[in-house]
């Protein structure tokens, strides 16, 4: 009898051995080898009857084009869908669907931010922050640029996250000094109405809105601000609820409701993790010690990030996008899975912001001027295919006896197109020619694998259809050497 504890199998010889294509990234490093699973997502299905599990790996959404309102390539640098339309920034310009909203950014290329006042507010406004200038925007798409010019006291250089609450917009300066403008007066500022986020001794790096509690994101820690209803600042810090956990960069925030996703720089560890908040009370590590790394390995490209978070075929999905690796890590709230998504063209997955109106996805492209929408009947980039790779651990099933593989079985639903399979014997080195699987078949099958000690699978599907799959079976037998 043998065992493999990672695969979560055991088998006596000669056996058929399921191997479950539901897992996480294992590299060593920051490469391309050990188990991966790029432009997937996961399904954990359980019967609430018998209390049985059903587990699948399914192909992620593709991008379908939507609208390109600069009418030709730009940098993308934000999103939001607000009043039953989608507003976006590219270059050095405001969109309110494809319509030009008249205003020059400060700036061409970085983050621009978004908030909105409540419709009980003397002026319910869309205001966008590029961390130099603020520009309202009225539910008539009249765009007004706030600067000092406007206001001497108008906080200059931001930080860019600019967070409304309390008939207040709160914004942030690298300084620690969190800027309120007069209640309910979107484009007056006064002399002191700050509040300093010095806790911990460290610049602030983004502001964010949980329930009613405004949090500052510090370099080294966490700190968390209530309404006193005082003046000039109303902002009174919560000592208590201060946490020794930072924020590498705030390109790496990303809020859906009252759960916020980011890549931590925590005082002390010397390493960068990716962490979740969920409302006030709930604060946890979600990264595993592999996306640790590639966090580690950006060093200050970490500034260059930019990170997502949207529902994606019934699932709270964060999307982070590392400039340096040249990769996107997804991760998936629900199942607590992490994958790796990319296109044909890049290795990193083009969209870098993303909102969301009337059940649609929409997200932004980095650099071609484009809004696309990711829908889950959609199963190819701007129309071109893209390929989902399963690549398996290192298996030698519990033995380091010679094997002896008479069959292969994949074990998912009928589509069109064929699953390509190889192997490598190697530790990832040389995966040999791959053997094809008409995945319309019902009896998808592939006889005769060879001999090997240790064994890794890569699975590759780039057919512009569905694809959903639970397992891999093999017929082993074992040898003596």
């Known amino acids: 009898m043998a065992q493999d504890k990672e695969a979560g199998f055991q088998q006596s010889f000669p056996s058929t051995v399921d191997i479950p294509l539901f897992g996480m990234p294992l590299q060593r490093g920051v490469g391309t080898g050990d188990q991966r699973y790029v432009n997937v997502l996961f399904e954990k299905i359980k019967n609430p009857g018998t209390g049985g599990e059903s587990y699948y790996v399914i192909k992620r959404p593709g991008l379908a084009n939507s609208t390109q309102p600069p009418a030709g390539a730009a940098t993308g640098r934000g999103i939001y869908a607000w009043q039953g339309r989608i507003y976006s920034a590219f270059a050095n310009k405001l969109y309110s669907g494809t319509t030009d909203l008249g205003v020059t950014l400060a700036g061409t290329s970085g983050r621009v931010w978004f908030t909105e006042t409540a419709p009980t507010s003397s002026s319910q406004l869309l205001v966008v922050c590029d961390g130099a200038d603020n520009y309202n925007i009225t539910t008539g798409d009249v765009a007004t640029q706030i600067d000092e010019s406007d206001d001497a006291q108008y906080p200059t250089a931001t930080l ?33 109405a700050f509040y300093s986020s010095s806790f911990y001794g460290d610049d602030l790096e983004a502001l964010a809105r949980v329930k009613e509690q405004l949090v500052g994101f510090g370099k080294k820690g966490t700190e968390f601000f209530f ?12 000592t208590q609820n201060a946490l020794q956990v930072g924020m590498a960069h705030r390109n790496s925030l990303a809020q859906a409701g009252d759960t916020l996703l980011w890549v931590s720089e925590a005082w002390g560890d010397g390493g960068r993790s990716v962490w979740q908040m969920d409302g006030i009370s ?54 607590r899975m992490w994958c790796e998504w990319s296109n044909t063209a890049t290795a990193r997955f083009p969209g870098i912001s993303a909102t969301s109106l009337n059940g649609t996805v929409y997200v932004q492209d980095r650099t071609n001027g484009r809004i696309y929408t990711l829908l889950p009947t959609t199963y190819q980039d701007s129309g071109s295919n893209f390929t989902v790779t399963i690549q398996t651990d290192n298996y030698d099933f519990g033995t380091p006896f010679e094997k002896f593989q008479s069959g292969l079985w994949i074990i998912g639903d009928n589509t069109t197109g064929n699953l390509s399979v190889s192997e490598a014997d190697d530790d990832y080195t040389t995966f040999n020619t791959a053997r094809t699987i008409d995945m319309s078949s019902i009896h998808k099958f592939l006889a005769e694998g060879g001999s090997f000690h240790r064994r890794a699978y890569r699975l590759t599907y780039a057919d512009n259809y569905a694809l959903r799959l639970s397992k891999m079976s093999l017929q082993l037998d074992i040898g003596n050497a």
């Open 160 to 192: 860019g996250p600019i967070v409304y609450m309390d008939d207040y917009l709160f914004q942030g300066k690298s300084t620690g000094a969190i800027w309120n403008c007069d209640s309910d007066s979107f484009a007056s500022w006064t002399a002191g």
């Open 227 to 238: 309404d006193n209803q005082t003046t000039p600042s109303p902002l009174m810090r919560i």
């Open 282 to 335: 709930k604060i946890s590590m979600v990264s595993n010690p592999t996306i640790d790394r590639f966090l580690a390995a950006e060093g200050s490209s970490i500034s260059s990030c930019d990170a997502w978070i949207e529902r994606i075929n019934g699932h709270l999905t964060y999307v982070l996008n590392l400039s340096s690796a040249d990769r996107t890590f997804v991760y998936d709230l629900e199942e």
